[in-house]
C-alpha cells in the first residue's frame, strides 16, 4: 500500500493540493464544504481535537444554531433540514469527509455558482459516495477535496 504510506495526496494541475486524510476548507460559494473544524482556526493538524462541549453546553447549542442558520441561508434548504455533520465538527477536527446528506444539499447552490446542469453536479457527487469499509464498517461518505478536485476538471481546472 504505497500510497498511504505517503500520505494520501491529491494533486491538481501537477502539484500537491491536499491529502486525502485531513479535511480543509474552501473560500466561495462555488465549492462544496467541508463540515465544521474545532482544530485551532480550522483544520490545523497541529491542533488537531475537538472542542469538548457536551450536549448541555450553551456554547456548543449557540455555535450549532449559528451554523444552522448560515447553512440554511447559503445552501436554501430549511433550517430543520441541515444535516448533523454540517453542524458540528468531528473528534479531530480534520475529518476530510461528510455524510452524503450534506454533499446532496449543497449540489444546487455549487451548480447555480457554476453555471452547471444541476443533474451533473449530482451526479459527480453520487460518483464520489464511498460506502462502508468492508461493506459494513463505519457509513457512507463523501471527501470533499476528492470532490472539489473533480467539479474543478468538470469545469475547466483545478481551482
Excluded: C, K
Excluded at 480543509?24 to 490545523?44: H, I, K, L, N, V
Amino acid at each position: 500500500m504505497p500510497h498511504r504510506a505517503a500520505g494520501q495526496l491529491l494533486r491538481a494541475d501537477g502539484r500537491v493540493v491536499g491529502s486525502a486524510l485531513i479535511g480543509q476548507p474552501f473560500d466561495g460559494e462555488q465549492w462544496f464544504q467541508p463540515r465544521p473544524s474545532a482544530a485551532g482556526d480550522g483544520y490545523d493538524p497541529l491542533a488537531s481535537g475537538a472542542s469538548n462541549l457536551g450536549p448541555s453546553s450553551a456554547d456548543l447549542l449557540a455555535a450549532t444554531g449559528q451554523r444552522r442558520a448560515e447553512v440554511a441561508a447559503r445552501d436554501g434548504i430549511t433550517p430543520a433540514d441541515v444535516a448533523p455533520d454540517a453542524l458540528t465538527a468531528s473528534g479531530s477536527g480534520l475529518d476530510p469527509d461528510v455524510s452524503p446528506e450534506p454533499a446532496r444539499q449543497q449540489v444546487q447552490r455549487v451548480a447555480r455558482e457554476r453555471g452547471l446542469d444541476e443533474a451533473a453536479v449530482a451526479a459527480l457527487v453520487e460518483e464520489h459516495v464511498r460506502d462502508r469499509a468492508l461493506g459494513f464498517l463505519g457509513e457512507p461518505r463523501v471527501n470533499v477535496l476528492e470532490l472539489n478536485l473533480a467539479l474543478g476538471r468538470l469545469t475547466g481546472g483545478a481551482g
